[in-house]
């Protein structure tokens, strides 16, 4: 007894190596279906599963608040109210405050060879300790630092202090120049901290007297730590009662609508990676399923030609027992070396997909097989194991010795077990791929969607980047805005520009812009909150002819709209619309603009311009853009139409020497071109699309070769019967329709069940679809006779065959 199982292992490999075809196809197949599943679960342990650099991170959320009534999805924090947020709230263990976004709080680095850009998070006091996290070197920002006046220190990102100081482990206590001012280093964080994500260095929040009682200077989110035991549900109650206090006492925020969204810190950090990378997991399994159900047919189909050896055995005295035990040798070893090999293609494949991957995906480039990822490998194999190696191994072992024994017995069909479960094999077959291809062709209708997308401007020849000037010598905003305007005429002095213009946040930069509500001419302010938040844009002159924004009515801006002059406003075409009824019936309306105080002044609409996406492909916001020459314009992009056929390389040239010949202390910093920032835009969507098209046609594939297995097995079976039909009378046709009828009536049981389940499943990824309808018919109905062609298809060679028997031949046989 003890020798059995090794016995059966060495049995099982002599089976094996007789049938080399069988094996290298059986080990072909299973080793892609845990190949691609273990490469897919790498990616969502680095992303999803592996903790996040921060203690206890279930307990930690972000938190913001909402209009309800304009709909409008983030309205932010001043630091007063984020002061009163951390004395009455009852439900967090500890506040920090934090900016939206890193982009706009960045600094000119200067004094450590070329200057450079980076980002900053300007962060309270705290936020360090509430997220539970420690500096690799040095301390965190105090509280006496977090105050007006008090001296500027500064915490280093590891990347930032690796790349650009050497890794000097003597920076802390030193000073480095930002913005022209010295800032004392006093921490560097560990390599794997990045929140938020993109911040270089992080800075004190209130060390600007203008901002710490300014109520309408809204920039901040809350990062909280709840109380062990308190619900999300609770929080939120808890803040929406701070928000309803502070509203009675401040009527001036204008807070009345505004409830508190509250977002675990996971969810916030991974944000859309989440449901795409689910769901490519669930892709991958369902793939995993239709290799393990094309290898339980393959098994079944040898094992049951192995009857008279198995009767033989039985007949000396092995029991059904001892038989279902050497069938799941073969099968555990089978799985045991597919396993091995997927492992290894696994690792491969994930090589792959950090390449395919856009950069945006948190923590991508970590994923790589591990021991976690081991094990699920591991478990992967027990599964497939005994999901396609049980059954056979059962229909197989039952086994009628008087009948078996007998060579009619022998030369007969397989039992209605047998036969159920090959029909099973068949329909699961197909309905597991008809609900992945569905999936499949959703998301990439979805992707197609959004690459036919009018953006509202053409990204061809435009090149594109960050240009802020900084440091004490800019304080004022005349100086500021001279400097731009010097900066674009030196461009447009070059034959090789078109146009060059300025704004605040270049298209598709992220869900990042100014939100600033507005009322137009006519509207009470009751009629107010329930206008649409639009996109808020700060440009120059040229800027519409730089992005190529068609001008519709109007005029565009120029130098002559000075401060001293009525505001004006330029609005896109759906603005106009929704407000006026039309871009001509728009000219010389006004609107107000403003976030909380209805007494600014009214803007006069001096043009209309077509729409254009900022914020993302799918989010169409309405538009405004005010001149440069009437804001406090802090700049941000620069934005170049290049002329036909001239080098990006070249325009990017020309702008750092024409920068630093108006000043060597200012920098140059994120360049690229809008047709690049356009395929960023895209990444995301392009990547759940070619591994779900890649997914969808391996297992269109496997699907194919495993009905075909399944069938000709079947039909080499019925050759007596179909022998004995064809010496009756039987014709060619007859046997032809005969044998394709019954794969038929299989293929549509598939798909009705498979389509059932895709209307089920479809709706958990509607959110990741734009422009397609989930349960889009013409979707189900294309992949369902798509499907039954390749099935018919794949059953046609074998009832070919089939019908070309010669009677004589197969009644011979019996």
Known sequence: MIHAPFKNLSYAVRVLAKNPAFTVTALAILALGIGASTAVFSAVDAVLIHPLPVADQSSLVLVWKRDVLSKNPVAELSIPEFRDWQTQNHVFSGVAALPTTVYGYGYTITGAG??????????????????????????????????????????????????????????????????????????????????????????????????????????????????????????????????GNIASQHPETHAENERAVITPLTSYVLGSARPALFLLLGASALLLLIACTNVSGLLLGRALSRKREFAARAALGAGRARLVRQLLTESVLLAGAAGLLGTALA?????????????????????????????????????????????????????????????????????????????????????????????????????????????????????????????????????????????????ESHPEVIAAGMDLVRPLEGRIGWDVPFQAEGQSPEDVPGNPVPNFEIITPHYFRAMGIQLLAGREFTEEDLFDNPPVVIVSR???????????????????????????????????????????????????????????????????RMAPGVPTAGGAALLK??????????????????????????????????????????????????????????????????????????????????????????????????????LLASAFISGMLYDVHPADPRVFISVSVLLILAALGAAYLPARRAASVDPAVALRRV
């Not at 800075?203 to 619900?231: C, D, M, Y």
């Not at 194999?381 to 078996?404: C, N, Q, R, T």
């Open 114 to 243: 070329e200057p450079f850009q980076i980002e900053s998070a300007r962060v309270s006091a705290g936020f360090f300790s509430v997220l539970g996290v420690r500096p690799e070197i040095g301390r965190v920002i105090t509280e006496s630092e977090d105050q007006p006046g008090a001296p500027r220190t500064v915490v280093l990102s590891h990347s930032l202090w690796q790349v650009r100081f050497n890794s000097d482990p003597d920076l802390i206590g030193r000073q480095v120049t930002m913005n022209g001012l010295g800032y004392t280093v006093v921490g560097v964080m560990p390599a794997d901290f990045d929140f938020p994500t993109g911040a270089d260095v992080w800075t004190p929040l209130s060390t600007e007297a203008r901002l710490t009682g300014n109520r309408g200077a809204v920039f901040l989110q809350v990062i909280g730590r709840l109380k062990p035991g308190v619900s999300l549900r609770q929080a939120r109650s808890d803040i929406d009662s701070v928000i």
């Open 347 to 491: 690792a491969w494949l994930v090589e792959i997909c950090k390449r395919v991957a856009p950069s945006d995906v948190p923590r991508i480039a970590d994923a790589h097989v591990n021991l976690q990822v081991l094990g699920f490998a591991a478990l992967i194999v027990l599964i497939s194991m005994v999901v396609f190696g049980l059954g056979p191994a059962l229909a197989a072992s039952k086994i009628d010795l008087a009948e078996a024994l007998k060579d009619a017995g022998l030369k007969t069909s397989a039992g209605a077990g047998p036969r159920l479960m090959r029909s099973t094999l068949v329909v699961a077959e197909v309905a597991i791929t008809l609900v992945l291809t569905v999936a499949a062709v959703l998301v990439a209708l979805s992707f197609r969607s959004l690459q036919r997308v009018d953006l509202g401007f053409d990204p061809s020849n435009l090149l594109t980047a960050e240009v802020s000037v900084r440091g004490s010598d800019y304080a004022a905003p005349a100086r500021r805005r001279e400097w731009y305007r010097q900066l674009l005429l030196r461009l």
């Open 574 to 640: 759906a603005t106009a619309t929704r407000c006026f009824g039309g871009s001509d019936a728009a000219i010389g309306k006004r609107i107000k603009l403003s976030p909380s105080d209805s007494d600014s002044p009214w803007s006069t609409i001096v043009g209309v311009v077509a729409d254009a996406r900022y914020r993302a492909l799918d989010d169409p916001r309405l538009n405004v853009y005010v001149p440069y020459t009437q804001r406090n314009f802090p700049g941000r992009y620069v934005m170049i």
């Open 657 to 758: 020497d024409e920068v630093a010949s108006l000043d060597g202390t200012q920098a140059v910093g994120a360049v690229t071109t809008m047709d690049a920032m356009v395929g960023k835009a895209l990444g995301r969507p392009r990547f759940s699309m070619i591994l779900l098209l890649s997914f969808a046609s391996i297992a269109a594939f496997l699907a194919t070769i495993g009905v075909y297995g399944i069938v000709a097995y079947s039909v080499a079976e019925r050759t007596r019967e179909i022998g004995i039909r064809m010496a009756l009378g039987a014709r060619y046709n007859l046997v032809l329709v005969m044998v394709t009828t019954g794969v038929l009536k299989l293929a549509l049981a598939g798909v009705v069940i498979g389509s059932a389940i895709g």
